[in-house]
């Protein structure tokens, strides 16, 4: 009975012993991503505005003052200031190192001649604090087409490397896709399209 056993046992593990044994080859597969439209979120200070007398600093314009003059000058370039939304926790966070009465405002837009007004803008009591560029979500067609296409990459990569010893190559036996829906910039902006990578294992035959 023992042996009957044993010899199930084998007959069962010598097609997991020659899976695991089987040889294969491992590629990336590449395909460029276009980056998408990016959006801005633009940080901006609000103070009051002092001026040195002597060794003494003396307010000229409150905060109220400065930011209706800001306001002003915003409706002149075509920007509508009820856009904007306060941003109370980065007055939390800053209080402890500020000793003046500080508002922070952010707008969020997608055009660019937008940002460059209102960075060019200069205003007495404003501050640009911050600029960011929001990255670009690809939907979840996007992000399998892109991935498609770096498996077809990894395919022919696949078959010109076994080619190249005589060798050809068969099923694909794992699939390594580590990419994510969130786009990012990099070169300072200046590049238009992101490397998406897929590592392929195809069965070497």
Do not use: C, W
């Not at 990336?28 to 001026?51: C, D, M, R």
């Amino acid at each position: 009975m023992k042996k009957i056993i044993f010899l199930m046992a084998l007959v069962f593990s010598v097609p997991l012993i020659a899976q695991e044994h089987r040889n294969t080859i491992t590629v990336v597969g590449e395909t460029q991503a276009a980056l998408g439209n990016s959006s801005y979120t633009i940080l901006i200070s609000l103070q009051p505005i002092f001026v040195y007398e002597g060794q003494t600093e003396v307010e000229v314009a409150s905060l109220a003052e400065a930011k209706q003059n800001y306001i002003k000058q915003l409706k002149a370039i075509g920007i509508d200031f009820s856009r904007f939304k306060r941003n109370a926790y980065y007055e939390f966070m800053t209080s402890y190192s500020s000793n003046r009465a500080s508002e922070y405002y952010y707008i969020k837009t997608s055009n660019k001649e937008e940002v460059r007004k209102i960075t060019r803008l200069k205003s007495a009591g404003m501050s640009i604090a911050n600029t960011d560029i929001d990255a670009h979500i690809l939907s979840k067609e996007q992000l399998v087409d892109l991935s498609k296409k770096a498996i077809d990459n990894a395919e022919e990569k696949a078959e010109a490397l076994a080619k190249k010893i005589d060798k050809t190559i068969g099923e694909i036996v794992t699939i390594v896709d580590q990419n994510t829906s969130e786009q990012y910039m990099q070169s300072y902006g200046t590049s238009t399209s992101q490397t998406h990578i897929v590592t392929v294992t195809f069965e070497l035959k």
